[in-house]
T-cell receptor, first 111, second 113 residues
């Protein structure tokens, strides 16, 4: 079972920041936080991941609390194309550990 | 940007028939995976593969399933005798180095009649 909990859905206005929360209170020291998204029935798309520190790339920022029990994915300027299901996943550090998907959060970006 | 490609995009098969789903991982990637997603449900892990061996498999991946990397470029999932409940989207993923992200293809929709 997934070790994360996410609200089922949220929406935001186009052009505004979308802040997607995730709880992972039982995360272990050897587990990363990963974010993927799935648009319609396409394959999951990798967004970002982190272990302890906050991370930023061209798609998003990941803020991990100091106790690592929760995190927030930030899409700084949401567009209509960011409407998707976003998955927060805890993944064991290891060469080829699997991803365990939950139900994710459905983000709807409105015009 | 390199991507994982899967063929066919849609496969329709009679129950009891064998089916082979094909994937071309990103070049130079070393770790390979299959996942599936039944309509309206979660994405589920099936199997991981490295160095020509299965690293891990789920309970779903029973004796009817097998994986193979027959040459340097393809990674295949075979279902020997398909059942109605095998109908799902099947996603292939590949990963470059240890602890790097997995990158997914757009899937094969398998419909069992």
């Amino acid at each position: 079972d997934a070790k994360t909990t996410q609200p089922p859905s949220m929406d935001c206005a186009e052009g505004r920041a979308a802040n997607l929360p995730c709880n992972h209170s039982t995360i272990s020291g050897n587990e990363y936080v990963y974010w993927y998204r799935q648009i319609h029935s396409q394959g999951p798309q990798y967004i970002i991941h982190g272990l302890k520190n906050n991370e930023t790339n061209e798609m998003a920022s990941l803020i991990i609390t100091e106790d690592r029990k929760s995190s927030t994915l930030i899409l700084p300027h949401a567009t209509l194309r960011d409407t998707a299901v976003y998955y927060c996943i805890v993944r064991v550090v290891g060469a080829n550990s699997k991803l365990t998907f939950g139900k994710g959060i459905t983000l709807s970006v409105r015009p | 940007e390199p991507e994982v490609t899967q063929t066919p995009s849609h496969q329709v098969t009679q129950m009891g028939q064998e089916v082979i789903l094909r994937c071309v991982p990103i070049s130079n990637h070393l770790y390979f995976y299959w996942y599936r997603q039944i309509l309206g449900q979660k994405v589920e892990f099936l199997v991981s593969f490295y160095n020509n061996e299965i690293s891990e498999k789920s309970e779903i991946f029973d004796d009817q399933f097998s994986v193979e990397r027959p040459d340097g470029s393809n990674f295949t999932l075979k279902i020997r005798s398909t059942k109605l409940e095998d109908s799902a989207m099947y996603f292939c993923a590949s990963q470059g180095q240890a602890n790097q992200p997995q990158h997914f293809g757009d899937g094969t929709r398998l419909s069992i009649l």
